[in-house]
């Protein structure tokens, strides 16, 4: 509940504001939605009671609030009403929760899920349409993977698709056909996906808008960094316009709408208090769980596999020229370490505006050789530390030995290279408590598995400053948001524990207690 008085002070806690001039402090004090004062308890005595609710924090923890810098919102949004098949760990356990979802289900309409992994599918046979078939022949059945570049769709869904034996190869994806066959199986890879997913209705729900928001609060999250297309742009300006956009959203222009963006007048950093534009999404390849994401030397124990290249170096290099020219940064999409060097070229052949700050998502597999041109060109390093240990059986079954080059975070910190953390969520856990734990123990809570590379191991307050003080600067927000500071946004989280002074294998114990955004109270409780 928004307090009805002025303002708020929070008073007796140990405040970390990730200023360096006060870096801690007991009491902030609020009014509107900004910040008018840090510093010791004896602050609360300038600002009467009866204009400022006063709230003893009791020695508890306040940050920031969190930044979650790569998310698909509407994917998330959508998600909330699709079968999660993150549960199943074999191909007969994931047919049988969709046989269970199924049932009450109108022929004809869409049936949707998501979070599939066949790679932790020990001992199954690979997904393909027939089994789905065998399920259903009325319904047409499309099931998202968790990497987030494969779909899975029954007979139904490629007829509606128009996808047979004739269907030529897209560029850009992959058509997957049985063995010694041109019949389509089923798994459609990166582009291959789009005729599919045109034809899934995108309507969408008010009430899970409600509860999407509801549910990054409760996480501390009150702002993200979207990498979706012009619909969420749309559905951003919409709720902000109405004063019921409930995050700080800086949102990217697909690589289709850059020249209406360019038309448009728009550029990297135009917007409001709550939705900013952001820089053109370019995709460099696919994906590890694919085995589509670009390496330079084959996949193990595939000779001929080299990864996926979504867009060529040229292409990358003359999006991010025309962009740059129009005031428009790049975010472009590199997982594999080809797909990493491209980008990084293309950088630094194109980069033609010095004001503008440019990203690479992922960055899950980097050359030795390759590190020290982030800190050259100045690049934002943008990980999703909860996708590391997901990933460790993975990338040693395909990359082998060099996986000792996978997520190399505290070796571009070293380099002074700015890193800012995400989810990219629907695909994984949102919670940047767990983020943090994964990027300072490389491993998750309770997994048999080993830290995976541990040298890349970081500590918690460069972890903390990766989802808020960073986040905010790779948004060109850091004068408003990612710290505690006068004149700042007043959104932060209160703590049930002090987070630097937490054993690091206890870290994702700590609960969030409350979420402030602009002031208000949105996630939890004061008390």
Not at 440 to 459: D, F, G, M
Request: net charge positive; hydrophobic share 40%; with cysteine.
């Amino acid at each position: 509940m928004r307090s009805k008085k002025e303002g708020l002070i929070l008073f007796n806690g140990k405040i970390y504001t990730q200023e360096r001039k006060s870096p801690l402090v007991s009491a902030v004090a609020i009014s509107g939605n900004r910040i008018v004062e840090i510093g010791p308890d004896s602050i609360k005595q300038k600002y009467p009671s009866r204009r400022f609710r006063k709230i003893n924090l009791k020695g508890r923890t306040v940050l920031p609030s969190f930044c979650d810098c790569h998310t698909h919102f509407l994917g998330y949004v959508q998600t909330l009403s699709k079968l999660d098949l993150g549960s199943a760990d074999s191909l007969a356990q994931a047919l049988n929760l969709i046989r269970k979802f199924i049932k009450d289900k109108v022929p004809g309409r869409w049936v949707l899920g998501y979070n599939w992994d066949a790679n932790l599918w020990k001992d199954s046979p690979a997904p393909d349409k027939k089994v789905l078939d065998e399920i259903s022949s009325v319904h047409p059945l499309a099931f998202s993977a968790r990497d987030g570049h494969q779909l899975w769709v029954n007979s139904v869904a490629l007829k509606m698709a128009q996808i047979d034996e004739d269907t030529s190869e897209i560029s850009g994806g992959q058509i997957v056909r049985y063995p010694n066959s041109e019949e389509p199986n089923g798994i459609l890879k990166d582009k291959a996906r789009q005729s599919v997913e045109d034809l899934i209705p995108k309507k969408i729900d008010p009430l899970a808008v409600k509860k999407a928001f509801k549910n990054l609060h409760r996480k501390g999250i009150t702002a993200i960094h979207n990498m979706e297309n012009e619909k969420s742009l749309s559905f951003f300006q919409e709720l902000d316009l109405q004063d019921k956009l409930h995050l700080r959203v800086w949102q990217t222009i697909a690589k289709d709408n850059l020249e209406d963006a360019i038309r448009a007048g728009l550029k990297t950093g135009f917007g409001s208090e709550k939705l900013s534009i952001g820089g053109v999404k370019l995709f460099a390849d696919g994906a590890l769980g694919s085995r589509t994401a670009l390496m330079f030397e084959p996949y193990e124990n595939e000779p001929d596999n080299f990864g996926l290249e979504t867009l060529s170096f040229n292409e990358i290099a003359e999006l991010v020229k025309r962009a740059s020219q129009a005031g428009i940064s790049a975010v472009i999409h590199a997982i594999g370490d080809k797909a990493n060097f491209h980008a990084l070229q293309a950088i630094k052949e194109a980069k033609e505006n010095k004001d503008l700050r440019y990203r690479i998502e992922h960055c899950q597999i980097v050359r030795p050789e390759d590190l020290d041109l982030f800190s050259r060109l100045k690049v934002i390093a943008s990980f999703q530390p909860i996708h590391c240990p997901n990933d460790y059986e993975m990338a040693l079954k395909c990359w082998g030995n060099r996986n000792v080059y996978a997520y190399p975070i505290a070796s571009l910190l070293k380099r002074k290279v700015i890193i800012c953390f995400g989810s990219d969520f629907p695909l994984y856990d949102f919670d940047p408590i767990l983020g943090i734990y994964s990027a300072v123990n490389r491993k998750l809570p309770k997994s048999k598995n080993p830290a995976w590379n541990p040298s890349q191991k970081v500590s918690v307050s460069q972890a903390i400053t990766a989802y808020t003080k960073d986040a905010a600067y790779a948004s060109g927000r850091e004068n408003d948001a990612g710290s505690l500071a006068p004149g700042k946004l007043a959104d932060l989280i209160i703590l049930s524990h002090d987070i630097y002074q937490t054993n690091p294998e206890d870290l994702h114990r700590i609960k969030v207690l409350a979420t402030l955004f602009g002031g208000e109270v949105v996630g939890g409780e004061l008390y």
